[in-house]
């Protein structure tokens, strides 16, 4: 292990420069426009891997393509395996006016490197390739096998990795996943992630005249449909902040009190967290701390709106149209399919005859919650301790990694998220960074995983 | 006046020729990188009117200049004084994709001919040009004198007008002031409008979280300030369709039994208006027809929505701040100032304390209603059956020209709206046209008006 954590150290600049590259892709998966970057992004890895000593493939889907890269196996020698999952794809960067430097030309400053996806979820990824690379290139031997799969479509709902999934079932026999695509609440509480809400993108969008209208000349006589659509959109949440569909919380699983206490221990005041937000009140559903709220209690958001004119000045008109773009986040036990129907039932309820309405269920992710007893997670639990120095703490997060189920459903493992993301990070807002001391522990976590997630399957 | 009618009648495809040239300009006020177009155009109708043999002049103003042109005035002999207004500028084109042919390149099909503009308004105070032309080259004496103010900033509240008004009162001593701004049922009913809507816009911007964030992450603990909008704005609407701001309707003046009969001789159906609007369903103020409504009750529009994530797919974010352009209608006898303080008092009663409110009054004007009975009305409608050789007809509108009520307090003169647009012309929308025959007809109204005009001056 000596050599390991010696190459570790001796190649600490280089790691950040590789990083660099890598963030420099505007992979940006929801953005047509952007397809060809994320192939070349996906082909840089594909490369990367292969530098580092590991057999990669780079799958083609009907989105964007998968990588996967395994440690060389030995024959004849069964080892635990385990599968490392990560995604190359990242957000839309607009609004670009409110980025410091460019989004995809990487900045350093003090320990944070600046660059959409250098957080979520490049950096994270790269700090597993980089423990790897540590053990092959010092001919360290791997107490298990390892297969990454680094997919290019977290961002817009992992479309075609549940297909991939089921099509490499045999080969992903794996004990255990492992994914860094979370959070910690400082860099003095590592932390183990035991559940992740769930998503449901929905958008709506009601037509009424046929054309933009005079609003002097016709204003009055037809309903407008910016109006009906505030109308009908305001109607899902209540004053209360619970969202306003009828059977909505059907399945929402109890928060214990266990949770509830370990909830308390993040290091975190209410006003440090308003600070963090920008703003000066809060607001979330009654009876809930945010901590709770953002985690462990489900929720509708309005991600965008469009209608009529947003130029300058003004210009008298009723809008043809209007739209809302919706996501709600669910938790343990809550189905999307299930809450996808109450949703669409809500709002052909309170749609007005004078408006004609198209809904459009985007991505959906099942909420996630697993043991944070298991002998893996506690070996994971050791790691963190060693990598950072501190006591880690088990959180529940608010944020959906929808392929996570997945896993458990088609490949039968559980999930192991071990996050390295701040808080502060501004994952999807402008000015995202990645904290380097982060990076840097990330990959001495990784690098003692793979020493004792095998030991946890020998003694289990 | 003979020779008047055959150099129409000889001129007739040049005129056409030149509103085609007026039309190119994208004199659009509202949009700052058009400022120099609005210059090219409003020269080139100097350039124009000093052809036809007008006094012109172009005033500055702190915004878009004001195109003067006038009769030339004999020495001695004092001659009724009228005064023709129009504006030059347009509507913002957007959206630009709905635009048959590009809108600031004129295409004739049938009688229409369609670009930004067109109707709104180059197209009508260019008629009242042309009819002036024929007298003036044709050497026929006008039993009056004529100034034409044709300003740039009537689709911006014509914000600087009052000032060039009070500037120049004395030499705009006129009897009255003409403008075809407004529009008639169809080609077989020329009219007279007597009353118009006022407007008062207003800008509601909600401001959270200091930047866009992660919807998974924090969702749930800080208000979405683009649903806390939906919220605020809906509620400025009730479902009888009427405003929702107490003391709103407190000097809405009633309508008149006359006036609801005269409302009636409206030649569309209710089937044939829906038809026109593109809707399957009305919806307007109940207790009230919807040319009622258009014409003669106040209304609140939403003229653009604007908040986070717009582009393709999704962007699980809650947005950093939301925004929607309002317009109230106003009808007599409200004042704009006294509702507008109505407005801010119940937006800022019902904004939440989790956002920060921004409220931004836009340009305002007061609403107009004169008797349509006075002496030069009824030489107004004589010219109007003259040249339509239809019975014309008497209506309210519901556009709002603030200038007007300018006119009235500060030159002292009623104003005789003789429009000259159809309902199908598209004002403010994509596919904007005017129709030639009402362009044709319109030079002839004008040309008699300046025939009946001063005689009503004199009998009365």
Redesign the interface.
């Known amino acids: 292990m000596e050599a390991v954590l010696d190459y570790l150290k001796n190649n600490r600049e280089r790691f950040v420069r590789e990083l660099c590259d890598y963030v420099r892709f505007p992979s940006v998966?929801?953005?047509?426009q952007h397809r060809t970057d994320l192939v070349k992004c996906a082909e840089w890895l594909v490369n990367h891997c292969r530098g580092i000593g590991l057999e990669t493939t780079l799958y083609p889907t009907a989105g964007h393509p998968v990588v996967v890269a395994k440690t060389p196996r030995k024959a004849g020698k069964k080892k635990p395996h385990f599968m490392v999952y990560g995604h190359y794809d990242v957000?839309?960067p607009?609004?670009l006016e409110?980025w410091k430097t460019p989004p995809f030309e990487p900045r350093i400053e003090g320990t944070s490197l600046f660059a959409r996806g250098s957080s979520d979820n490049k950096g994270q990824n790269l700090a597993h390739l980089k423990a790897v690379e540590a053990y092959l290139k010092t001919g360290t031997e791997l107490p298990c096998d390892l297969t990454f799969v680094i997919e290019g479509e977290e961002e817009?709902g992992s479309k075609h990795l549940a297909q991939f999934l089921q099509q490499h079932r045999k080969e992903l026999d794996v004990e255990s996943v492992v994914v860094s695509d979370t959070?910690m609440p400082s860099k003095k509480f590592p932390a183990l992630t035991y559940a992740l809400?769930g998503?449901l993108?929905v958008?709506v969008r009601l037509d009424?005249?046929?054309?933009?209208?005079?609003?002097?000349?016709?204003?009055?006589?037809?309903?407008?449909p910016?109006?009906a659509?505030?109308?009908l959109?305001?109607?899902?949440?209540d004053k209360n902040?619970r969202v306003a569909v009828p059977g909505f919380y059907d399945d929402v699983e109890k928060l214990s009190a266990y949770e509830r206490k370990e909830f308390k221990r993040i290091p975190m005041s209410e006003g440090e967290?308003k600070k963090l937000?920008?703003?000066?009140?809060?607001?979330?559903?009654k009876g809930f701390t945010?901590f709770e709220?953002?985690a462990a209690?489900?929720?509708?958001?309005?991600?965008?709106?469009?209608?009529?004119?947003?130029?300058?000045?003004?210009?008298?008109?009723?809008?043809a149209w209007?739209r809302?773009?919706l996501?709600f986040?669910l938790v343990p036990n809550q189905n999307p399919t299930k809450v996808r129907a109450a949703i669409f039932k809500q709002l052909k309820k309170l749609c007005?005859?004078?408006v004609r309405m198209t809904i459009t269920a985007?991505?959906g992710g099942e909420p996630y919650i697993v043991s944070p007893t298991s002998p893996l997670a506690k070996a994971a639990l050791k790691t963190l301790k060693e990598a950072f120095r501190r006591e880690p703490i088990l959180i529940r997060?608010?944020?959906?990694i929808p392929i996570v189920t997945q896993f458990k459903k088609i490949l039968g493992a559980d999930t192991l998220l071990l996050g390295l993301a701040l808080p502060d990070d501004?994952?999807?807002?402008?000015?995202e960074k990645f904290d380097l001391d982060c990076f840097e522990k990330g990959i001495l976590m990784s690098t003692h995983l793979w020493q004792e997630l095998p030991k946890a399957v020998s003694a289990s």
Chains 1, 2 share one sequence.
């Open positions: 998966s929801a953005q047509p957000q839309p607009e609004p409110l817009v959070g809400r998503i993108a958008e009424g005249p046929s054309r933009d209208l005079h609003s002097g000349i016709y204003g009055g006589t037809v309903d407008n910016a109006m659509l505030c109308q959109i305001g109607k899902l949440r902040g967290y937000m920008g703003v000066s009140k809060l607001f979330g559903e945010p709220q953002r209690r489900p929720t509708v958001e309005i991600n965008g709106l469009t209608s009529g004119y947003q130029g300058d000045g003004s210009k008298t008109i009723v809008p209007a809302a773009k996501t986040r007005p005859p004078t985007g991505h997060e608010g944020g959906s501004n994952a999807h807002s402008p000015n």
